[in-house]
């Protein structure tokens, strides 16, 4: 999938792959952070946000597979480092898309 309609479904969707690669890898022991609450108050139970629904009942069942796994709210001002590398990231794939030439 090459496009997604929301920041929240493209979290999610990488949160769900991430967790999946894993225990891909057989790791039992998983902590996973979001600086996305809404995604980490969805995985927790805690609200039921419709646009993510189905990926979030993706990464619970995927989550239940694990001996010991958690999901946590980090916030972005905390963790500026990785911000501006997703961020650099991200700018520097949109200037080499082979679709912007």
Partial sequence: MNFVTS??????????SALTAAL???VTRIKMFSDNSTLIRA???DVQIK???GIVKDIQQIASAS?????SFFSRNLN???D???KRTLSDS???SPFLG
């Avoid at 479904?9 to 769900?16: G, N, P, T, V």
């Fill in 7 to 16: 920041p929240l479904i493209a979290e999610a969707l990488a949160l769900r």
């Fill in 24 to 26: 891909n890898l057989d």
């Fill in 43 to 45: 995985i927790n139970n």
């Fill in 51 to 53: 646009e993510i629904f």
């Fill in 67 to 71: 001996v010991d796994i958690s999901f």
């Fill in 80 to 82: 500026m480092e990785a």
């Fill in 84 to 86: 501006e590398l997703a």
């Fill in 94 to 96: 949109l200037v080499s």
